[in-house]
């Protein structure tokens, strides 16, 4: 096989893996705040014992996602050396930020916030969740414009020729606001809200189903769906302006995201449909330049489209299609939902309707499918740059990796990932079996500390 294909693959299979874990934490721990806040100011106990449950999840899920995320940076130097070589020096100032002033900033906390209980003042608590809630955030901006450089660079300049080139950082600030990092940051953290909510709403409505909890339940399932709301609302909003960013600084994703061909031509929106790549066209049904229209506010506005650019300057049409229009179908389901929700608390009728709580259950998936299908349509639609404009994709592999070195360590990841992942399965079912209450593991801690200080 190609190496090219594999080291994509690998790389690919150990990200969507690892990005199942920020984006819950992330969006936990604004839940966290606001739990243990409302518990601060009422001193009711069904906040304290809702937070000390998703705490303990919270430590797991931090705990998965570090070990999932340290394969990521091997690779940059096993199979993409000329990439990194290129990228190094200004990927250096954004991630030794995220070091510094997110990663550590969040696990200095993670201590006071897993075992502060009893400890310190709620106060004191309160605001060690609210430093581990901000660094998880911060540690997400610092990475995302990491990546955003390589969609939209800027404040660079080339030194060095052939596959000795890299770029040099002459204006940090010009780095960090490139022109698609604000939008890509906002929508990012819309979608890990939303994946950290329909967390809790889904364990919330399976307590109500099974009659266990509900007191707790019904409390955390309408916190959960305010911030649900909220971030599915922000995440349509952020994605339009990222969406009209892509059309000026990436046509040719822009394009392939509606399989959009004319050179110059008005550009429907198409709600679902099917490219035929060979005869260049789409199937499907669409809104008459509507594309247009959104970015231009003219249905009759001329968009670049696919055959503006050279068949090797294009990015694979279909697969950054589908994606892109799945992504959006979920996140046009999970407004309905939260929207729906909220409206039916009134009364209390959202816990009587089962289907619907069986609804919410599932629906845990959609957050997370929808954030994979964003990524995926993001990254293969930037194809085949791998810095756009600067560095192909082809140009930033290793040249002393071959395709069996790569292929076996892939199945090595995916036993070891499949590990990690049944393991992190079972402690997750087994808290959420157990549900909100003393920790039976963290009593006998606790116990055992209070005999050692005694003594």
Same mark, same amino acid.
């Not at 009728?349 to 599932?362: E, P, S």
């Not at 070195?405 to 393991?423: G, K, N, T």
């Given at each position: 096989?190609?190496?090219? =294909?594999?080291?994509?693959?690998?790389?690919?299979?150990?990200?969507?893996?690892?990005?199942?874990?920020?984006?819950?934490?992330?969006?936990?721990?604004?839940?966290?705040?606001?739990?243990?806040?409302?518990?601060?100011?009422?001193?009711?106990?069904? $906040?304290?014992?809702?937070?000390?449950?998703?705490?303990?999840?919270?430590?797991?899920?931090?705990?998965?996602?570090?070990?999932?995320?340290?394969?990521?940076?091997?690779?940059?130097?096993?199979?993409?050396?000329?990439?990194?070589?290129? #990228?190094?020096?200004?990927?250096?100032?954004?991630? +030794?930020? @995220?070091?510094?002033?997110?990663?550590?900033?969040?696990?200095?906390?993670?201590?006071?916030?897993?075992?502060?209980?009893?400890?310190?003042?709620?106060?004191?608590?309160?605001?060690?969740?609210?430093?581990?809630?901000?660094?998880?955030?911060?540690?997400?901006?610092?990475?995302?414009?990491?990546?955003?450089?390589?969609?939209?660079?800027? !404040?660079?300049?080339?030194?060095?020729?052939?596959?000795?080139?890299?770029?040099?950082?002459?204006?940090?600030?010009?780095?960090?606001?490139?022109?698609?990092?604000?939008?890509?940051?906002?929508?990012?953290?819309?979608?890990?809200?939303?994946?950290?909510? %329909?967390?809790?709403?889904?364990?919330?409505? $399976?307590?109500?189903?099974?009659?266990?909890?509900?007191?707790?339940?019904?409390?955390?399932?309408?916190?959960?769906?305010?911030? &649900?709301? #909220?971030?599915?609302?922000?995440?349509?909003?952020?994605?339009?302006?990222?969406?009209?960013?892509?059309?000026?600084?990436?046509?040719?994703?822009?394009?392939?995201?509606?399989?959009?061909?004319?050179?110059?031509?008005?550009?429907?929106? $198409?709600?679902?449909?099917?490219?035929? @790549?060979?005869? @260049?066209?789409?199937?499907?049904?669409?809104?008459?330049?509507?594309?247009?229209?959104?970015?231009?506010?003219?249905?009759?506005?001329?968009?670049?489209? =696919?055959?503006?650019?050279?068949?090797?300057?294009?990015?694979?049409?279909? /697969?950054?299609?589908?994606?892109?229009? +799945?992504?959006?179908? /979920? !996140?046009?389901?999970?407004?309905?939902?939260? +929207?729906?929700?909220?409206?039916?608390?009134?009364?209390?009728?959202?816990?009587?309707?089962?289907?619907?709580?069986?609804?919410?259950?599932?629906?845990? =998936?959609?957050?997370?499918?929808?954030?994979?299908?964003?990524?995926?349509?993001?990254?293969?639609?930037?194809?085949? %740059?791998?810095?756009?404009?600067?560095?192909?994709?082809?140009?930033?592999?290793?040249?002393?990796?071959?395709?069996?070195?790569?292929?076996?360590?892939?199945?090595?990841?995916?036993?070891?990932?499949?590990?990690?992942? &049944? #393991?992190?399965?079972?402690?997750?079912?087994?808290?959420?079996?157990?549900?909100?209450?003393?920790?039976?593991? +963290?009593?006998?801690?606790?116990?055992?500390?209070?005999?050692?200080?005694?003594?």
């Amino acid at each position: 096989m190609d190496v090219d =294909l594999l080291a994509r693959l690998q790389f690919a299979f150990t990200l969507m893996v690892h990005y199942v874990f920020p984006p819950l934490s992330i969006g936990l721990g604004v839940l966290l705040v606001a739990m243990e806040a409302t518990y601060v100011k009422t001193r009711d106990p069904d $906040y304290e014992q809702m937070t000390k449950f998703w705490v303990r999840v919270f430590g797991l899920i931090f705990a998965v996602g570090v070990a999932t995320g340290i394969v990521m940076e091997f690779q940059f130097g096993t199979n993409w050396s000329t990439y990194s070589r290129f #990228v190094g020096d200004v990927f250096g100032s954004p991630l +030794a930020a @995220e070091g510094i002033f997110a990663f550590f900033l969040e696990s200095g906390f993670l201590a006071l916030l897993l075992f502060g209980w009893n400890r310190v003042k709620p106060g004191v608590h309160l605001f060690a969740t609210a430093m581990v809630a901000l660094g998880s955030h911060l540690s997400a901006v610092w990475i995302v414009i990491a990546n955003s450089w390589q969609q939209t660079p800027a !404040g660079h300049h080339i030194v060095g020729e052939g596959s000795q080139a890299r770029a040099e950082i002459v204006d940090f600030w010009a780095v960090v606001f490139n022109p698609s990092s604000v939008d890509r940051i906002s929508h990012t953290i819309m979608g890990c809200w939303q994946a950290g909510a %329909w967390l809790v709403l889904s364990v919330s409505a $399976y307590y109500l189903l099974r009659g266990r909890h509900e007191k707790i339940a019904k409390k955390s399932m309408q916190l959960a769906l305010v911030l &649900a709301l #909220v971030s599915s609302l922000g995440q349509l909003a952020t994605g339009h302006t990222s969406a009209e960013g892509v059309g000026a600084n990436q046509p040719a994703k822009l394009a392939a995201f509606e399989g959009h061909y004319e050179a110059s031509a008005p550009a429907d929106l $198409y709600l679902f449909g099917w490219v035929d @790549e060979k005869n @260049e066209k789409v199937i499907g049904i669409g809104i008459p330049g509507m594309l247009s229209m959104m970015l231009h506010r003219d249905f009759k506005a001329p968009v670049t489209g =696919l055959r503006a650019f050279a068949p090797e300057d294009r990015p694979p049409v279909q /697969i950054v299609f589908q994606s892109y229009h +799945a992504m959006v179908g /979920i !996140g046009m389901i999970l407004i309905g939902l939260a +929207a729906g929700g909220l409206m039916l608390l009134r009364g209390g009728r959202l816990y009587r309707m089962r289907w619907l709580l069986w609804t919410f259950v599932a629906a845990v =998936l959609l957050p997370q499918l929808a954030n994979q299908l964003g990524w995926m349509s993001a990254e293969v639609g930037r194809q085949p %740059w791998i810095v756009y404009g600067l560095l192909r994709r082809v140009d930033g592999l290793s040249r002393v990796v071959n395709a069996n070195q790569v292929l076996w360590s892939i199945i090595m990841f995916a036993l070891i990932y499949a590990l990690l992942m &049944a #393991v992190f399965l079972f402690l997750l079912d087994k808290k959420i079996k157990h549900g909100p209450g003393p920790d039976e593991e +963290a009593t006998v801690a606790d116990g055992m500390l209070t005999e050692g200080r005694d003594a």
